[in-house]
């Protein structure tokens, strides 16, 4: 453990002077904190208007001022928007909601939900907010973070996807009956997002839980899509989870697509995978050779590598992010200019932008609040410290309060030409946006800890918890990957001490037991192990080190920053 702490220590000290904040001219902290209480306003406007108008129904319809349940009637508001209250400084609202919802949510109804959604929204915000469950003052069960009743309702909602990952290649259905599982009608056409969007969540529950079948299963699910690139690398924009046929062959890094790619990166710094980051790195020169253009991303037919669509989408916008995660923050910033420039001319971005005509396409001008170019900025601020990606930040708070805020919450803008409003909240806005946008102003926010301040679990007290390093899944759900070390470290080592419990337990054989001269075992020397939990199998492992070695080119992965010790 001494260890352990030892290097989190040196590694932050040692990371100081290239994540510091250099705060421009533009941003003194009096400014940075008139912004952090102006994100705070928006967020309890937006959340008081849900409590008080809209729960327990899933979204909040802010022009109307009631509520509609939209992914499977979870109060899937309060769910995702659970992990920012803590993150704002509000301890005694977190722990009102997270009882509230174990008294209230459950899963076990007969809704249609989309498998995509509900990992990314309910699994991957009750994981969060379990994992943060101690930092925000909760009183823990004994063994946390490897069990608690949050955890428990994570694997309880995950488990009711599980049907929808039983097709002949791995990869899963789109949507599921909580209760009666996939229905036979079901469609097997699927976005590849929906396939490859599942290791960060997936593999987290098994870590802390100890049962492999989620990590098992997303892992299975990646690998048949990794086989179904095209001969230039490139993958489509749907897939037949049953036959491994491309039906929409566009490909690009936008919608349908974008959240694969990201959790390969993730994926390969939360659980220090190498093969996850060699996909990426395979993928990343074939988008580059076919996709990009002037600092552009195009969409291209996945088998030619031809223009399809010439435009930008929204959605596209996380990229310059994940750029930075992997070190190459040159072309990251360029591409993050181009979508910049794209919001100031509109006060937001559409959702697909010509980039021939520099204008807005027919029937895709709505802007639903999306954070993804505020993502960018965050992760680019962390990792240069230019003063721009703060005015990107104030031009967000600025724009979304002028245009989309109402009396009941803020408004999707319907279109961005004239900014009409659309009736619609949606939960990503208090999950995402507006986590961002705090983030950004906030140098100083427990999150962004580079391991100077962390605390101790785990189920014997020693394991180093909340040192930094913390991974956001596609909702913007920070996940701890110290927790998964701490509870993985545990289960190897209860099961190598189950294995030598059951190796003491079979008794010494007598010379009259051996078997006899045809070589045959008597059946009645062998032992039965009915009292024990485990069968004795293969040798336990020995125990995984308290400070794993990375074994990839990305060698530190602080505060969501991945440094290379490439040129």
């Not at 098994?206 to 990590?215: A, I, N, Q």
């Not at 895709?364 to 990107?392: C, H, N, V």
Request: with cysteine; aromatic share 10%; hydrophobic share 35%.
């Amino acid at each position: 453990m001494l260890t352990y702490l030892f290097s989190t220590i040196c590694c932050a000290v040692y990371l100081s002077p290239i994540i510091s904040h250099v705060k421009g001219k533009e941003f003194p902290e009096q400014d940075m904190a008139h912004y952090r209480n102006r994100i705070k306003s928006m967020f309890y406007h937006a959340y008081n208007s849900y409590l008080e108008n809209a729960y327990p129904y899933d979204e909040l319809r802010p022009l109307t001022c009631d509520g509609q349940d939209t992914w499977g009637s979870f109060s899937l508001t309060l769910i995702d928007a659970l992990d920012t209250l803590l993150i704002l400084g509000n301890h005694t609202e977190f722990q009102r909601v997270a009882t509230l919802l174990q008294d209230t949510v459950d899963f076990d109804i007969d809704v249609n939900a989309s498998v995509f959604e509900t990992n990314i929204r309910v699994v991957g915000g009750l994981l969060s907010a379990h994992l943060l469950s101690k930092q925000a003052g909760m009183e823990v069960e004994e063994g946390w973070p490897c069990s608690g009743p949050l955890l428990r309702m994570a694997e309880d909602a995950a488990r009711k996807l599980l049907p929808a990952f039983h097709t002949p290649t791995g990869m899963p259905y789109g949507t599921v009956n909580l209760l009666r599982g996939v229905n036979p009608t079901e469609t097997p056409v699927t976005c590849t997002a929906g396939v490859g969007t599942f290791i960060l969540e997936f593999s987290t529950l098994s870590r802390l839980t100890g049962d492999p079948v989620f990590e098992d299963v997303a892992r299975k699910a990646l690998s048949s899509l990794w086989k179904t690139r095209s001969d230039i690398g490139l993958v489509g924009n749907h897939i037949d989870v049953i036959t491994s046929k491309w039906v929409a062959q566009d490909a690009g890094i936008g919608a349908g697509v974008d959240s694969y790619f990201e959790y390969l990166v993730k994926g390969a710094i939360m659980l220090q995978d190498e093969e996850l980051l060699t996909m990426f790195h395979e993928f990343d020169k074939s988008i580059k050779n076919y996709t990009k253009f002037d600092d552009w991303y195009l969409w291209v037919q996945m088998h030619k590598g031809t223009v399809s669509m010439p435009v930008f989408q929204s959605l596209e916008s996380f990229w310059p992010g994940l750029q930075s995660l992997i070190g190459d923050i040159d072309s990251a910033t360029k591409t993050f200019h181009n979508y910049y420039t794209v919001w100031r001319q509109f006060g937001g971005l559409p959702e697909f932008y010509s980039i021939p005509q520099g204008y807005t396409v027919d029937k895709r001008e709505g802007y639903p609040l999306r954070p993804e170019l505020i993502e960018s900025a965050m992760y680019l601020y962390k990792a240069t410290g230019d003063p721009t990606f703060l005015q990107m930040g104030r031009d967000a708070v600025e724009s979304i309060e002028k245009i989309s805020r109402v009396k009941c919450g803020f408004a999707s803008v319907k279109d961005v030409r004239d900014h009409k409003l659309d009736n619609r909240m949606e939960s990503f806005f208090l999950a995402e946006t507006i986590k961002y946008l705090y983030l950004l102003f906030d140098p100083d926010n427990f999150l962004h800890n580079s391991g100077t301040q962390f605390e101790l679990g785990g189920p014997r007290g020693d394991c180093i918890l909340g040192a930094g390093g913390y991974i956001f899944n596609t909702e913007a759900h920070p996940l701890d990957p110290a927790a998964l070390h701490c509870c993985s470290k545990n289960q190897d080592e209860r099961k190598e001490l189950q294995d030598i419990l059951l190796s003491l337990s079979e008794p010494l054989k007598s010379p009259d037991d051996e078997s006899d001269a045809s070589g045959e075992e008597d059946p009645s020397s062998v032992v039965s192990s009915e009292s024990i939990a485990l069968q004795p199998g293969e040798r336990g492992k020995a125990p995984v080190l308290s400070c794993p070695t990375q074994p990839f080119s990305a060698r530190l992965a602080v505060m969501g920053q991945v440094f290379t010790d490439s040129p």
